[in-house]
């Protein structure tokens, strides 16, 4: 079945620094979307991508659709302590109707 | 609007015991699912429903139930509680499941089976 694995599990940041957290995907997926969980909260839409190669930014998160579909990655640029929480992505594939199949995630630990 | 809404907040349980989890939301979405969170882990699909009347299993329906008699309200059952099915459970839906739809998500149900 389709697998999706997230890299790092885990990433300390220094406020101010970049990271990048990694989405992979056993199968071609037809979309993905990211999720982002403050600690205690719930899962809150961030973004999707559709289209092979596809960058979507907002301001300083960098989203990545790879050219074969299979993988994804989120960039953030100057992390700041409202960064914290814990991002999710979730691939679905064409046979799959609704089913996403979310990561393990990567959570965020920002220090000043 | 609402959104999605989820009862109760919290919930201790005995092994054994049974109760449902109560999910509504007032978006009129057709999708609708459940997911269970155990510690420092992903969201796992407990089952889902793509309209009123038609639900089906995701990765881990063992041990739950699930009906959709409106497109409003999607309740999850635990029969015979086990300590295994402690976990934060949440409630999603989306307007369409296989397009460029956002899942929405309630605030969850956090549950120990002691």
């Known amino acids: 079945g389709q697998q999706v694995m997230q890299i790092p599990q885990y990433q300390h940041v220094q406020e101010g620094e970049d990271f990048t957290t990694y989405c992979n995907s056993s199968?071609?997926?037809?979309?993905i979307q990211w999720y982002k969980q403050r600690p205690g909260g719930h899962p809150v839409f961030l973004i999707q991508l559709v289209k092979s190669g596809e960058v979507k930014k907002q301001k300083r998160l960098t989203f990545q659709f790879g050219e074969a579909k299979k993988n994804s990655s989120l960039h953030i640029t100057a992390t700041q302590t409202t960064d914290v929480g814990t991002y999710f992505c979730a691939g679905l594939t064409t046979d799959s109707w609704g089913k996403f199949q979310f990561g393990a995630g990567t959570q965020v630990v920002v220090t000043p | 609007n609402a959104g999605v809404t989820q009862t109760p907040k919290f919930r201790i349980l005995k092994i054994g015991q049974s109760m449902t989890l109560q999910c509504t939301q007032d978006m009129n979405h057709n999708y609708m699912y459940w997911y269970r969170q155990d510690p420092g882990m992903g969201l796992k699909l407990i089952y889902y429903?793509?309209?009123?009347?038609?639900?089906d299993k995701g990765e881990v329906p063992n041990g739950y139930n699930v009906s959709r008699s409106t497109t409003e309200d999607f309740p999850l059952r635990l029969e015979l509680a086990a300590p295994s099915q402690t976990s934060v459970y949440f409630c999603?839906?989306?307007?369409?499941?296989?397009?460029?739809?956002?899942?929405?998500f309630g605030d969850g149900t956090r549950l120990s089976i002691l």
């Open positions: 429903s793509v309209g009123a009347g038609i639900t």
């Open positions: 199968t071609t997926l037809s979309n």
């Open positions: 999603a839906s989306s307007l369409l499941g296989y397009s460029n739809q956002p899942q929405h």
